[in-house]
């Protein structure tokens, strides 16, 4: 018996389809990954300077307090709850949907407090949405 001996052929390595894996496994990894924030950081807002506080007509003051108590137009809210808020600035906005809110919160307020007062606006029909803030010269004081 007289076996062949031919000419091996040398295994290949189709590196194409490794290729094409890891490139999904990559877009997976970027797309999952959540990026922490720095909640240690110590924050200091800054304070606008306004040549003039415009005065709107149709104008809408909601007021936050630091401890989260709400008042619309001077008028305190018996709750903190979004369907009261919504219920004083509806009934506050005499001038039909084009009226202004100006939201006053305090600088020690909650961001929900203020998240509040802006859902409370949107079920009341109100878009125009608008935050008061204070001078340097009076943030000095």
């Given at each position: 018996m007289h076996f062949r001996h031919g000419a091996r052929d040398e295994p290949e390595i189709n590196l194409i389809p490794f290729i094409d894996v890891l490139l999904v496994v990559l877009i997976f990894l970027m797309l999952s990954t959540t990026y922490s924030k720095f909640t240690e950081m110590q924050l200091r807002l800054p304070v606008a300077d306004a040549d003039a506080q415009r005065d709107y007509p149709k104008e809408i003051i909601a007021a936050v307090s630091?401890?989260?108590?709400?008042?619309?137009?001077?008028t305190v809210l018996p709750?903190?709850?979004?369907?009261?808020?919504?219920?004083?600035?509806?009934?506050a906005s005499r001038g039909g949907k084009d009226s202004v809110v100006v939201i006053s919160a305090d600088a020690n307020s909650s961001?929900?407090?203020?998240?509040?007062?802006?859902e409370g606006a949107r079920r009341a029909g109100l878009m125009q949405?608008?935050?008061?803030?204070q001078s340097a010269a009076q943030a000095g004081r």
């Open positions: 630091a401890d989260g108590r709400y008042s619309i137009n001077k709750d903190r709850s979004v369907e009261t808020v919504a219920a004083a600035l509806s009934s961001h929900q407090s203020v998240i509040t007062v802006m949405i608008t935050f008061a803030t």
